[in-house]
């Protein structure tokens, strides 16, 4: 029966200690989580800032929802694109420095819409080999022919794009890698591309609202200018605290996506109160720099914690227990083994501490991970406790 061979497959899961898990929360997003009635503190979300259950934003939500209504009622080259769309496209732009800003439902339709709509069979796109799943599935939707370089790699990119015979090329890269959290080479990926003609795609997912001066995000944080050939993908569900993502660039670029992705033209608009809730977050994301101070202090706090942990727990040359040379809010402690990694991230579940345990195929084989998050509405005690309990169990 066809059914037995997935029921086989789901054993194999488990005994590999792949099974995933999910669990109902019982509290809004924030730092304090309760699950089955019991409170937990949570380094799990992606609400860098905090954003997610913040006042200012539960706000504009109401107020879009009693003057927009819910539902948008079609995609936005039909009727669905209302003017709250439209106000936060143009506050997008401007906040980026690009001509012009496309709004899509989430990161993932995004992604799918960018790459297919840039690049076709007989073109190329020169991927990092950490790119974020959905970058993965693009490149496949587009199918342009599939090169991957080494991790941050210029070198071996350079060398790729010297033999590519390809028509059209295009280089893509998560701006900051989603389980390991450090930066892409952007400057050094910027000059390949201007001196290849190829475009340049950047998944900005974890730096837009964090990196950079008033949080514009990892471009603003190497000082890079809103290059032509530059195609800017950022997310609204993770710093931003609400849900969506856009495209920026240079006007032909997005108008060419409006006209002939896919994943724009056949989606119903997102809801005009989360057009409504973004417009208020934008405004806090822009307007000082205190939630991102914070941030900051918890991550140095983090690092200072459990620097020395490795050492402690197996000599010198011990990789297990190693925070990863992250300069953003995610901080990957590598344990390696997938059994022990779930082990750990159970006994700190056990202190009330809800780590997530990132295995394969997230992550490379023998490389599974504590994905620490930490946000702007942690307090320092809350990493503490974190901190206190990793070296109890090292
Ligand atoms: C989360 C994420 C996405 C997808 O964004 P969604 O809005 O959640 O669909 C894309 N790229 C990267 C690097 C991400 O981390």
């Not at 106000?87 to 993932?108: D, M, Q």
């Not at 060398?159 to 015979?165: D, G």
């Not at 050492?311 to 227990?321: H, M, P, S």
């Amino acid at each position: 029966m066809i059914w037995n061979e997935l029921q086989g497959e789901l054993e194999a899961l488990q005994r590999d200690g792949l099974w995933r898990q999910r669990r109902t929360l019982e509290l809004p997003c924030g730092p304090q989580a309760r699950v089955d009635g019991r409170e937990l503190i949570s380094f799990c979300s992606n609400d860098y800032l905090g954003l997610a259950n913040d006042p200012a934003l539960i706000e504009a939500a109401c107020a879009g929802a009693n003057a927009w209504g819910v539902g948008s009622g079609a995609s936005h080259l039909v009727s669905g694109h209302l003017a709250p769309h439209a106000v936060l496209e143009e506050k997008l732009a401007a906040f980026t420095g690009f001509p012009r800003a496309l709004l899509f439902s989430t990161g993932y339709l995004a992604n799918l819409a960018i790459v297919p709509a840039l690049v076709g069979r007989r073109d190329a796109v020169f991927a990092d080999r950490l790119n974020h799943a959905s970058l993965i599935d693009a490149v496949q939707l587009s199918r342009a022919d599939s090169q991957r370089y080494p991790h941050g790699d210029l070198a071996a990119l350079e060398r790729l794009l010297t033999a590519s015979p390809a028509r059209r090329k295009l280089i893509l890269t998560d701006a900051v890698f989603s389980m390991d959290g450090d930066l892409a080479p952007l400057p050094g990926l910027l000059a390949l591309a201007e001196r290849f003609d190829a475009w340049l795609v950047v998944d900005d997912a974890h730096g837009f609202g964090v990196l950079g001066e008033h949080g514009r995000g990892s471009l603003a944080h190497f000082g890079l200018p809103a290059a032509r050939r530059l195609v800017l993908m950022g997310t609204l569900g993770k710093a931003a605290g609400a849900a969506g993502a856009f495209v920026a660039g240079d006007t032909t670029v997005i108008e060419w996506l409006e006209q002939r992705a896919r994943t724009y033209i056949f989606t119903t608009a997102s809801s005009p109160i989360v057009a409504c809730a973004l417009a208020a977050s934008l405004d806090l994301i822009s307007g000082g720099d205190a939630r991102r101070d914070h941030l900051w202090r918890l991550t140095a706090q983090l690092r200072d914690g459990v620097s020395g942990l490795a050492e402690l727990a197996g000599g010198l040359a011990n990789t297990r227990w190693r925070l990863l040379p992250s300069p953003t809010a995610i901080q990957p402690l590598i344990i390696g083994d997938n059994h022990e990694t779930l082990r750990i991230a159970g006994a700190l579940y056990e202190r009330g501490l809800w780590v997530p345990a990132i295995r394969p195929p997230t992550v490379p084989a023998s490389s599974a991970r504590l994905r620490i998050s930490l946000t702007a509405a942690h307090s320092a005690q809350q990493v503490g406790r974190l901190v206190d309990a990793l070296r109890e169990l090292a």
